[in-house]
């Protein structure tokens, strides 16, 4: 009878443990690293900001969605123009008033001087969500005699 020798490999076959979790750790690390840049993003298209609205008292007469990433708000207000004006150059800023509002410089116009409806002044201004914007554009009217003497149009709207 011959013996067979069984003779121990000198080498183990195959990929060693190691191997394969770090592919997974790095997997795990690159994967992580795009839902950090696309999370805002997709959170701005999905679910965009709400309207910057002053802390006075406002009624929200009309709302359009005029297309994707588009949106119009009209509201209504008791307060003076030149206060929801001077809430939104603070709040969005690069505002340009009309000269004859008196809303802004040293020789403000009186409240409720302002007899008919009158445009007060226009405010642009950007937020940023990951690679996206939203711009917001803010015209501030006054001298209604129904439903608030002061109306604003915020206009949304989320683009790159």
């Not at 013996?3 to 997974?24: I, N, Y």
């Not at 509201?75 to 001077?86: L, N, P, R, S």
């Not at 509002?101 to 001087?113: D, I, K, L, N, T």
């Amino acid at each position: 009878m011959t013996a067979r020798s069984v003779q121990a490999p000198d080498e183990e076959k195959g990929l060693p443990v190691w191997l394969p979790l770090l592919g997974l750790v790095i997997t795990f690390a690159a994967a992580l690293f795009v839902a950090v840049h696309i999370c805002p993003t997709l959170t701005a298209i999905v679910l965009p900001p709400d309207p910057p609205l002053p802390p006075v008292a406002s009624t929200m007469t009309t709302h359009e969605a005029k297309g994707t990433g588009l949106d119009e708000w009209v509201y209504a207000t008791d307060a003076t123009g030149c206060e929801v004006a001077q809430y939104y150059a603070n709040r969005v800023g690069n505002c340009s008033y009309d000269p004859d509002s008196g809303c802004q410089g040293p020789s403000r116009a009186p409240e409720g001087s302002i007899e008919s409806s009158q445009h007060i002044t226009m405010c642009q201004g950007m937020q940023s969500f990951g690679l996206y914007r939203v711009s917001w554009t803010v015209y501030v009217s006054s001298g209604y005699n129904e439903g608030g003497r002061t109306r604003f149009r915020v206009i949304r709207e989320v683009g790159n």
